[in-house]
Protein backbone atom coordinates (compact mmCIF):
# COMPACT_ATOMS: atom_id res chain seq x y z
CA UNK A 1 0.00 0.00 0.00
CA UNK A 2 1.08 3.59 -0.93
CA UNK A 3 2.46 5.04 2.34
CA UNK A 4 1.86 8.72 0.45
CA UNK A 5 -0.69 9.71 -1.78
CA UNK A 6 -1.11 12.34 -3.77
CA UNK A 7 -3.50 12.29 -6.69
CA UNK A 8 -2.87 15.42 -8.74
CA UNK A 9 -0.33 14.67 -11.21
CA UNK A 10 -0.41 18.03 -12.75
CA UNK A 11 -2.61 21.47 -11.32
CA UNK A 12 -3.17 24.79 -12.59
CA UNK A 13 -3.70 27.97 -10.92
CA UNK A 14 -3.89 31.61 -11.63
CA UNK A 15 -1.08 34.39 -10.38
CA UNK A 16 -2.21 35.75 -7.28
CA UNK A 17 -4.73 33.01 -6.52
CA UNK A 18 -4.66 30.11 -3.68
CA UNK A 19 -4.08 26.69 -4.66
CA UNK A 20 -4.12 23.64 -2.37
CA UNK A 21 -2.02 20.38 -3.04
CA UNK A 22 -3.39 16.72 -1.86
CA UNK A 23 -1.59 14.81 0.41
CA UNK A 24 -3.45 11.74 1.74
CA UNK A 25 -0.69 9.11 4.23
CA UNK A 26 -0.85 5.81 5.91
CA UNK A 27 0.66 4.95 9.02
CA UNK A 28 -0.14 3.10 12.16
CA UNK A 29 2.22 4.94 14.11
CA UNK A 30 1.09 7.84 16.79
CA UNK A 31 4.71 9.70 15.91
CA UNK A 32 5.49 11.00 12.57
CA UNK A 33 6.45 14.04 10.59
CA UNK A 34 4.51 15.34 7.86
CA UNK A 35 6.86 17.76 4.98
CA UNK A 36 6.42 19.09 1.49
CA UNK A 37 9.28 19.92 -0.73
CA UNK A 38 9.34 22.14 -4.33
CA UNK A 39 11.45 21.14 -6.62
CA UNK A 40 12.24 23.83 -9.43
CA UNK A 41 12.73 23.25 -12.80
CA UNK A 42 16.60 23.08 -12.25
CA UNK A 43 16.12 20.21 -9.98
CA UNK A 44 17.01 20.96 -6.94
CA UNK A 45 15.07 19.94 -3.34
CA UNK A 46 13.64 23.36 -1.32
CA UNK A 47 12.12 22.19 1.87
CA UNK A 48 9.04 24.13 2.62
CA UNK A 49 6.74 23.26 5.73
CA UNK A 50 6.56 20.54 8.56
CA UNK A 51 4.17 19.47 10.68
CA UNK A 52 3.92 17.02 13.36
CA UNK A 53 1.57 14.45 14.30
CA UNK A 54 1.63 16.11 17.68
CA UNK A 55 0.95 19.22 16.71
CA UNK A 56 -2.37 21.10 17.34
CA UNK A 57 -1.89 24.01 15.01
CA UNK A 58 -1.79 23.71 11.19
CA UNK A 59 1.89 24.71 10.50
CA UNK A 60 2.58 28.33 8.47
CA UNK A 61 5.73 29.22 6.68
CA UNK A 62 5.00 32.71 4.88
CA UNK A 63 2.46 31.60 1.99
CA UNK A 64 2.34 28.19 2.60
CA UNK A 65 0.48 26.31 5.17
CA UNK A 66 -0.23 22.90 6.12
CA UNK A 67 -3.67 21.75 6.18
CA UNK A 68 -3.58 19.09 8.76
CA UNK A 69 -6.40 17.00 9.45
CA UNK A 70 -5.12 14.02 11.43
CA UNK A 71 -8.41 12.09 11.26
CA UNK A 72 -8.68 11.54 7.58
CA UNK A 73 -4.95 11.60 7.13
CA UNK A 74 -4.38 14.54 4.83
CA UNK A 75 -1.55 17.08 4.47
CA UNK A 76 -2.62 19.28 2.03
CA UNK A 77 -0.06 22.12 1.10
CA UNK A 78 -1.99 25.47 0.75
CA UNK A 79 0.00 27.86 -1.26
CA UNK A 80 -2.00 31.31 -0.98
CA UNK A 81 -1.61 34.15 -3.97
CA UNK A 82 0.54 32.33 -6.28
CA UNK A 83 3.62 33.66 -7.98
CA UNK A 84 4.89 32.77 -11.62
CA UNK A 85 7.73 31.72 -9.32
CA UNK A 86 6.09 28.82 -7.53
CA UNK A 87 5.53 26.83 -10.90
CA UNK A 88 7.28 23.66 -9.74
CA UNK A 89 6.85 20.21 -8.68
CA UNK A 90 5.82 19.65 -4.73
CA UNK A 91 6.34 16.18 -2.79
CA UNK A 92 4.61 15.54 0.08
CA UNK A 93 6.49 13.35 2.64
CA UNK A 94 6.29 11.31 5.80
CA UNK A 95 8.82 10.19 8.40
CA UNK A 96 7.51 7.61 10.72
CA UNK A 97 8.92 6.45 13.71
CA UNK A 98 8.01 3.37 14.57
CA UNK A 99 10.62 1.44 13.53
CA UNK A 100 13.58 3.66 15.27
CA UNK A 101 15.00 4.13 11.49
CA UNK A 102 12.79 7.35 10.59
CA UNK A 103 12.36 6.31 7.19
CA UNK A 104 11.84 9.52 4.79
CA UNK A 105 9.06 7.95 2.47
CA UNK A 106 8.21 10.68 -0.34
CA UNK A 107 4.65 10.69 -2.59
CA UNK A 108 4.87 10.55 -6.70
CA UNK A 109 4.61 14.50 -6.77
CA UNK A 110 2.40 17.14 -8.27
CA UNK A 111 2.95 19.49 -10.77
CA UNK A 112 1.89 22.87 -10.72
CA UNK A 113 2.09 25.55 -13.30
CA UNK A 114 1.14 29.25 -12.10
CA UNK A 115 -0.30 31.06 -15.23
CA UNK A 116 -0.20 34.64 -15.29
CA UNK B 1 27.99 26.38 4.21
CA UNK B 2 28.71 23.33 2.06
CA UNK B 3 25.69 20.98 3.14
CA UNK B 4 25.23 18.23 1.51
CA UNK B 5 28.13 17.90 -1.74
CA UNK B 6 27.11 14.99 -4.24
CA UNK B 7 29.13 14.03 -7.17
CA UNK B 8 28.78 14.05 -10.10
CA UNK B 9 26.39 15.87 -11.79
CA UNK B 10 26.55 13.94 -14.66
CA UNK B 11 27.53 10.37 -15.87
CA UNK B 12 27.05 8.54 -18.84
CA UNK B 13 27.94 4.95 -18.15
CA UNK B 14 27.95 2.04 -20.78
CA UNK B 15 25.85 -1.10 -19.52
CA UNK B 16 28.14 -3.48 -17.05
CA UNK B 17 30.14 -1.21 -15.80
CA UNK B 18 30.23 0.20 -12.18
CA UNK B 19 30.96 3.26 -10.35
CA UNK B 20 30.29 5.13 -6.83
CA UNK B 21 28.12 7.95 -6.79
CA UNK B 22 30.00 10.17 -3.50
CA UNK B 23 27.57 11.75 -0.90
CA UNK B 24 29.47 13.97 1.85
CA UNK B 25 27.50 16.01 4.29
CA UNK B 26 29.17 18.30 7.19
CA UNK B 27 26.36 18.96 9.51
CA UNK B 28 27.06 15.95 11.57
CA UNK B 29 23.41 13.96 10.48
CA UNK B 30 23.24 10.53 11.77
CA UNK B 31 20.68 10.08 8.95
CA UNK B 32 21.64 9.51 5.52
CA UNK B 33 19.74 8.09 2.62
CA UNK B 34 20.11 7.97 -1.32
CA UNK B 35 16.90 8.12 -3.70
CA UNK B 36 16.34 7.33 -7.49
CA UNK B 37 14.21 9.79 -9.53
CA UNK B 38 12.27 8.67 -12.52
CA UNK B 39 8.86 10.55 -14.29
CA UNK B 40 5.73 9.76 -12.69
CA UNK B 41 7.13 7.82 -9.66
CA UNK B 42 8.73 10.40 -7.20
CA UNK B 43 11.75 9.57 -5.28
CA UNK B 44 12.01 6.43 -4.38
CA UNK B 45 14.00 5.02 -1.01
CA UNK B 46 17.38 3.09 -2.31
CA UNK B 47 19.28 2.93 0.41
CA UNK B 48 19.37 4.73 4.04
CA UNK B 49 22.18 5.19 7.04
CA UNK B 50 20.82 5.97 10.26
CA UNK B 51 24.76 5.94 11.48
CA UNK B 52 27.94 5.12 10.61
CA UNK B 53 28.37 1.37 10.20
CA UNK B 54 24.17 0.91 10.10
CA UNK B 55 22.81 0.67 6.64
CA UNK B 56 19.18 -0.89 5.45
CA UNK B 57 17.73 -1.47 2.63
CA UNK B 58 14.83 0.95 0.99
CA UNK B 59 12.03 0.54 -1.58
CA UNK B 60 14.66 -0.33 -4.76
CA UNK B 61 17.94 -1.46 -3.64
CA UNK B 62 18.72 -4.33 -6.07
CA UNK B 63 21.73 -3.33 -8.17
CA UNK B 64 22.99 -0.81 -5.86
CA UNK B 65 25.45 -0.74 -2.55
CA UNK B 66 25.96 1.68 0.40
CA UNK B 67 28.23 1.57 3.13
CA UNK B 68 28.69 4.37 5.98
CA UNK B 69 32.36 3.91 7.80
CA UNK B 70 31.82 7.72 8.57
CA UNK B 71 29.36 9.80 9.91
CA UNK B 72 29.87 12.18 7.18
CA UNK B 73 30.05 10.03 3.41
CA UNK B 74 27.68 7.65 2.85
CA UNK B 75 28.46 6.31 -1.02
CA UNK B 76 26.43 4.59 -3.59
CA UNK B 77 27.50 1.83 -5.68
CA UNK B 78 26.28 0.64 -8.91
CA UNK B 79 27.91 -2.52 -9.23
CA UNK B 80 27.01 -3.64 -12.65
CA UNK B 81 25.54 -0.58 -14.81
CA UNK B 82 21.82 -1.62 -16.49
CA UNK B 83 19.95 1.02 -18.51
CA UNK B 84 17.26 0.95 -16.36
CA UNK B 85 18.94 2.37 -13.51
CA UNK B 86 19.04 5.47 -16.15
CA UNK B 87 17.72 8.08 -13.81
CA UNK B 88 18.07 11.00 -11.28
CA UNK B 89 19.76 10.72 -8.03
CA UNK B 90 19.54 12.33 -4.63
CA UNK B 91 21.35 12.37 -1.66
CA UNK B 92 19.66 13.44 1.39
CA UNK B 93 21.05 14.17 5.04
CA UNK B 94 18.86 14.98 8.00
CA UNK B 95 18.36 14.61 12.26
CA UNK B 96 16.89 11.16 13.20
CA UNK B 97 13.69 11.84 14.77
CA UNK B 98 10.50 12.30 12.88
CA UNK B 99 10.66 16.03 12.70
CA UNK B 100 13.98 16.62 10.98
CA UNK B 101 13.68 18.27 7.86
CA UNK B 102 15.63 16.28 4.81
CA UNK B 103 19.14 17.84 3.34
CA UNK B 104 19.44 17.54 -0.56
CA UNK B 105 22.03 17.61 -2.53
CA UNK B 106 22.64 18.39 -5.90
CA UNK B 107 21.58 15.11 -8.07
CA UNK B 108 23.18 13.05 -10.54
CA UNK B 109 21.93 12.67 -13.56
CA UNK B 110 23.27 9.16 -14.82
CA UNK B 111 22.47 7.72 -17.74
CA UNK B 112 23.74 3.89 -18.94
CA UNK B 113 23.86 3.10 -22.33
Given at each position: ???????????????????????TYDTSDQSYGLFWYKQPSSGEMIF???????????????????NFQ?????????????????????????REGVSGTYKYIFGTGTRLKVLA | NAG?????????????????LQCAQDMNHEYMSWYRQDPGMG?????????????????????????????EDFPLRLLSAAPS????????SSLTGTGGEAFFGQGTRLTVV
Open positions: AQKITQTQPGMFVQEKEAVTLDCLIYQGSYDEQNATEGRYSLKARKSANLVISASQLGDSAMYFCAM | VTQTPKFQVLKTGQSMTLRLIHYSVGAGITDQGEVPNGYNVSRSTTQTSVYFCA
